[in-house]
C-alpha cells in the first residue's frame, strides 16, 4: 500500500490530514508488518483491513471535536500504538506519552518514531497503576485515552487518575459498551468523572460499530485510586 492510496483512505473518511501524514502511515504500516512476523503486535491482516481497523480507526476522532490538536495526551496500554502513535503522527503540535508494560511493544514505537522522524512522543515502560500514582503523570494530562483495553469500569480506574481536571478521559468502545454504562457510570463517579455523549467513528465501506466515549474529570481523583497491579481488573469498581 503506497501513501496515495493511504491519502485517498483518509479523504474518503473525512479526515483531515497534513501533507506528511500519508508517507508517515506508510512507513508506520510497513514497519508493523514486518514486525508482526516476529512479534505479536497486532492480529495479522492485509494492508488494507490494517489500515482500516487500526490507523483510520484510530484518526476517525479528529472528525469529532473531542480532541484539541495541540494537546497533552497519555495513550494507556498503547500495544502497537493504536491509537497514541497514530494521533502523534497526525497532530506534530500535540505531546504524546504512550505507555505499556511490555518493553517489546515499545522498542517498536521506538522504531516507528525515529523512522517517521517523529519528535513529539514519550515512551514510559509503566504500569497503568502505578503510572497514576506517580507525581509526574497524575492529574497531568489533558486527555488519557485506551483503544480495546478492558471494560469501562476498569478503564476508568486505569485512565482517569492521569487526566487533569477539566480533561477527559477517550475510551475507544465497540457494541459492548451498552452493557458497560451502568458499572462504568460508577465507577467514573467514584473517581472524579462523569461520562459523556458517546460519539459514533465509522469507518467507510466497513460495518464495524465503533464508539468513542468521553468521560470528563470534574474533580481530582481520591488518593486510594488507582488501586494496586491487579485489582481493577480482579474486582472492579462499579460492580
Known amino acids: 500500500m503506497d501513501c496515495e492510496q493511504i491519502a485517498g483512505a483518509l479523504e474518503r473518511n473525512g479526515i483531515p490530514f497534513h501533507t506528511e501524514l500519508p508517507e508517515k502511515l506508510e512507513i508506520y504500516l510497513r514497519l508493523l508488518q514486518e514486525w508482526n512476523q516476529r512479534m505479536d503486535l497486532t492480529a495479522a491482516g492485509e494492508d488494507d483491513e490494517l489500515l482500516d481497523r487500526h490507523f483510520i480507526d484510530s484518526l476517525a476522532i479528529l472528525c469529532t471535536e473531542l480532541l484539541r490538536p495541540d494537546a497533552s495526551i497519555i495513550d494507556v496500554g498503547t500495544g502497537a500504538g493504536f491509537p497514541g502513535m497514530v494521533l502523534a503522527l497526525a497532530l ?103 461520562l459523556e455523549m458517546p460519539v459514533s467513528c465509522t469507518v467507510e465501506g466497513r460495518e464495524w460499530e465503533h464508539i468513542i466515549l468521553p468521560v470528563r474529570k470534574t474533580e481530582k481523583t481520591a488518593s486510594a485510586y488507582p488501586r494496586k497491579a491487579g485489582m481493577p481488573k480482579s474486582k472492579p469498581l462499579g460492580e
Open 92 to 194: 506534530p503540535e500535540s505531546k504524546v506519552t504512550l505507555m505499556d508494560a511490555q518493553q517489546k511493544r515499545l522498542n517498536f514505537l521506538e522504531a516507528v518514531a525515529e523512522k517517521t522522524g517523529t519528535g513529539n512522543v514519550c515512551l514510559l515502560h509503566d504500569r497503568a497503576e502505578t503510572g497514576g500514582r506517580d507525581k509526574k503523570l497524575r492529574e497531568q494530562f489533558d486527555y488519557a485515552c485506551a483503544r480495546a483495553v478492558a471494560p469501562l469500569n476498569v478503564l476508568c480506574e486505569y485512565l482517569l487518575p492521569f487526566v487533569r481536571v477539566g480533561g477527559c478521559a477517550l475510551c475507544w468502545k465497540g457494541p459492548a459498551l451498552e452493557k458497560e454504562l451502568m458499572a462504568g457510570r460508577l465507577a467514573a463517579h467514584l473517581l472524579g468523572g462523569r
